[in-house]
């Protein structure tokens, strides 16, 4: 076990977790957005950060991928903390206005309007359904492209693939609610990746039910041209 | 539209080499090799690397949109670059990138029909000293203004005006 003390308490976590794991095991609750526990951490939306506090000084670090040691002293919702989790907040209001958690946060953290716009998307380029769709399902079907502004989260050439099994995984693990998902009685669309599927009926219960084709065969999207 | 080098699967098999070397070899280096064989990323090629080196497809795509040294578009003959940075701007680089894109007659990310020039802009190369700089197939030019745009140009062998 590692020993550390988290806004004043001690507290105990297991040798190999992070600061975020050993804050929520002991109810220490932090903000987060791009955390999943199933997931690897990413560190990209930052609403995690804490203060370390060190005798050379206090530093701001990403709770998430920040490793519990022995004797940290770590502050969860000083000063500035809160100074930058506001701008992360208000950051993210400005690219992402649409997105209801975004609002939610800025609300409680009292941000009316961001002051700078930086876009309408509801997409907050967590990376979440990227690594859900790379680690937990293994269809690698999206991922980011592009850089700076005119990143985004896209199946590749932005056309929808077979390498996408319409299983939803994205769907559930979004925070904002920016894919969408359209179930209607035999068919099965996921707008966000262009993914449309048929389902199929059961012949005994008369359900419908999605098989999906699995991995695309490349041979055949190049026609007949042998490799 | 000749400009297009048509892909063929066979040559990028020679290029790639054999089967089992794909996990020894790295992406990048094999996305740089393509760029530079053929001036663009061509879609199949992509397709064929990926299933070559056994890296799924969307990382493959996400690498070759993340760098500007990849394009998934085919790229002129000849590229031309105007640094855009600070000092250059201030110096009148907008007007040189201006006077390029008339006598192209593209803008600033375009190729021509002909697919003889690129032309493009960067913010910064690290010769403010030099500024206005035009970077024309990795040579640098510096002190370059309207006029002296023009005399690159000709010596590539644009006269005038190119619609």
Redesign the interface.
């Known amino acids: 076990m590692t020993t550390l003390t988290i806004d004043g308490r001690q507290v105990e976590a297991l040798r190999g977790s992070t600061v975020l794991e050993a804050a929520r095991e002991n109810h220490i609750e932090i903000p987060t957005l791009c955390y999943h526990e199933a997931l690897e951490p990413y560190a990209g939306c930052r609403l995690c950060v804490v203060e370390l506090v060190t005798p050379k000084g206090s530093q701001l670090v990403a709770s998430c991928v920040y490793a519990a040691e022995d004797g940290l002293v770590v502050k969860t919702n000083s000063g500035i903390v809160q100074e930058s989790r506001r701008m992360t907040v208000e950051l993210l209001l400005a690219a992402a206005p649409k997105a209801k958690v975004i609002q939610d946060l800025a609300a409680e953290m009292g941000i009316e309007e961001p002051r700078v716009s930086l876009g309408d998307s509801d997409c907050i380029l967590c990376g979440l359904c ?1 690594r859900a769709c ?1 680690e937990i399902v293994g269809a ?8 700076g502004f005119a990143k985004e989260v ?4 932005e056309i929808g ?1 077979n ?1 996408c099994t319409g299983c939803t995984t994205c769907v559930l693990v979004c925070p904002t609610g920016a894919i969408k998902l359209e179930d209607v009685l035999d068919s099965r669309s996921v707008h966000r990746w262009e993914s449309d599927f048929e389902a199929r009926e059961c012949k005994i219960c008369g359900d419908h039910y999605l098989a999906p084709e699995f991995a695309p065969d ?1 041979k055949e ?2 026609g007949e ?3 | 539209m000749n400009s297009e080098q048509a892909f063929d699967a066979s040559e990028l098999a020679d290029l790639l080499g054999d089967k089992q070397d794909g996990e020894d070899k790295s992406l990048m280096s094999i996305l740089e090799d393509v760029q530079a064989r053929y001036r663009y990323l061509p879609k199949d090629a992509l397709i064929l690397i990926s299933e070559w080196m056994g890296v799924p497809l969307s990382q493959t795509y996400s690498v070759a949109t993340f760098y500007n040294a990849f394009s998934l578009k085919p790229k002129g003959r000849h590229i031309i670059n105007v640094c855009l940075g600070t000092a250059c701007n201030v110096r009148g680089s907008r007007k040189v990138v201006e006077r390029i894109a008339d006598r192209l007659g593209i803008e600033p990310g375009e190729t021509t029909q002909d697919g003889e020039f690129t032309l493009e802009t960067l913010n910064c190369v690290g010769a403010c000293a030099l500024g206005p700089v035009a970077i024309i197939d990795g040579t640098h030019f510096g002190r370059v203004n309207a006029a002296g745009a023009d005399k690159l140009l000709k010596k590539l062998g644009v006269e005038g005006r190119k619609e």
């Open positions: 990227v790379k690698n079907a999206i991922s980011l492209v592009n850089r896209k199946p590749p050439f693939s390498a490349l999207l190049l041209e042998e490799v």
